[in-house]
């Protein structure tokens, strides 16, 4: 009896491994996407990071455009969603804000002119592509270049490699080379994207800001030597303030998208709110299955 379990356990065991080799069972591997959080005191500051291992083929760049184009050949490109909406619809594990934008119309809140809201059509500051469509031309200082290999470059492009797939450009670069090199000095809620010397990890910042006994928030010099000290070798800023947002598929199992962070729109409103502000669009990680990755 002990003799025929142990041969049904080989041939079992025997019969998982070729499934595995076929692609048709996953072998378990811990994820590409790590976050972690950093609270300081002196100031105050609340730091959200993700690292993600570029050189893990399930891991899927994407720029994801908030809505669809609301004029045609018009000059607004989109409408207005929040990254947590835009996440959700794309199926992204994780995600912050990307570009600049400007709203086409405002909304009266409590006395004040808001652009911010849901629906609202936009069109971005920047070059913004999303799959190999170029949406946005208008020219960048610096910007984050994903090519179709899923290879990613942070600089200053006078013209987009050939092969570009997914961009975001950028007011400012913030690291290059190993440098710091911004120079703007507002405090305020940041968000910022990088790689390594090696180009083989990407990290994602977010920084909360606004509220002087939580998050005071950070200038750029100071965002610039966060990403250094996260091992960036190039880093870029993309749009902050109120737009600063992360978030993120904490719990596969309930495929919920969660906000990491507290985002600061609505501060300057008379009663204190912490509220997602919607955007032109999103820059995330797709995790691809056991499937799309089999050779």
């Given at each position: 009896?002990?003799?025929?379990?142990?041969?049904?356990?080989f041939?079992?065991?025997?019969?998982?491994?070729?499934?595995?080799?076929?692609?048709?069972?996953?072998?378990?591997?811990?994820?590409?996407?790590?976050?972690?959080?950093?609270?300081?005191?002196?100031?105050?500051?609340?730091?959200?990071?993700?690292?993600?291992?570029?050189?893990?083929?399930?891991?899927?760049?994407?720029?994801?455009?908030?809505?669809?184009?609301?004029?045609?050949?018009?000059?607004?490109?989109?409408?207005?969603?929040?990254?947590?909406?835009?996440?959700?619809?794309?199926?992204l594990?994780?995600?912050?804000?990307?570009?600049?934008?400007?709203?086409?119309?405002?909304?009266?809140?409590?006395?004040?002119?808001?652009?911010?809201?849901?629906?609202?059509?936009?069109?971005?500051?920047?070059?913004?592509?999303?799959?190999?469509?170029?949406?946005?031309?208008?020219?960048?200082?610096?910007?984050?270049?994903?090519?179709?290999?899923?290879?990613?470059?942070?600089?200053?492009?006078?013209?987009?490699?050939a092969?570009?797939r997914?961009?975001?450009?950028?007011?400012?670069?913030?690291?290059?080379?190993?440098?710091?090199?911004?120079?703007?000095?507002?405090?305020?809620?940041?968000?910022?994207?990088?790689?390594?010397?090696?180009?083989?990890?990407?990290?994602?910042?977010?920084?909360?800001?606004?509220?002087?006994?939580?998050?005071?928030?950070?200038?750029?010099?100071?965002?610039?030597?966060?990403?250094?000290?996260?091992?960036?070798?190039?880093?870029?800023?993309?749009?902050?303030?109120g737009?600063?947002?992360?978030?993120?598929?904490?719990?596969?199992?309930?495929?919920?998208?969660?906000?990491?962070?507290?985002?600061?729109?609505?501060?300057?409103?008379?009663?204190?709110?912490?509220?997602e502000?919607?955007?032109?669009?999103?820059?995330?990680?797709?995790?691809?299955?056991?499937?799309?990755?089999?050779p």
């Open positions: 009896m002990k003799r025929f379990f142990e041969c049904g356990l041939f079992l065991l025997a019969g998982l491994l070729a499934q595995m080799a076929r692609g048709e069972v996953p072998a378990s591997q811990p994820s590409p996407i790590q976050y972690h959080q950093e609270i300081r005191s002196n100031p105050p500051l609340h730091l959200h990071v993700v690292t993600v291992d570029l050189s893990d083929p399930r891991v899927e760049l994407k720029v994801a455009r908030a809505g669809a184009d609301p004029d045609g050949d018009g000059p607004w490109q989109t409408t207005l969603q929040t990254v947590r909406t835009i996440a959700t619809r794309d199926k594990d994780v995600a912050v804000n990307g570009n600049y934008f400007i709203g086409k119309d405002a909304m009266n809140v409590l006395g004040q002119k808001v652009p911010y809201f849901t629906g609202n059509w936009a069109m971005a500051n920047g070059l913004a592509m999303s799959d190999g469509v170029l949406w946005s031309k208008e020219a960048s200082r610096a910007a984050i270049v994903v090519d179709a290999k899923g290879g990613v470059s942070i600089g200053r492009f006078g013209k987009l490699p092969d570009a997914q961009v975001i450009g950028s007011a400012e670069l913030l690291v290059s080379e190993g440098k710091p090199i911004s120079k703007f000095q507002d405090i305020a809620p940041r968000t910022s994207v990088g790689i390594d010397r090696d180009k083989k990890r990407l990290t994602m910042l977010v920084i909360d800001g606004r509220r002087d006994d939580y998050s005071v928030g950070v200038n750029g010099p100071q965002l610039a030597q966060e990403m250094i000290r996260l091992g960036c070798w190039d880093a870029i800023v993309f749009d902050g303030g737009s600063s947002t992360m978030v993120m598929l904490v719990d596969p199992s309930d495929q919920k998208i969660r906000l990491m962070n507290n985002p600061s729109d609505g501060h300057d409103l008379p009663i204190s709110l912490s509220v502000r919607p955007v032109v669009d999103a820059f995330g990680v797709k995790l691809k299955t056991a499937a799309t990755t089999k």
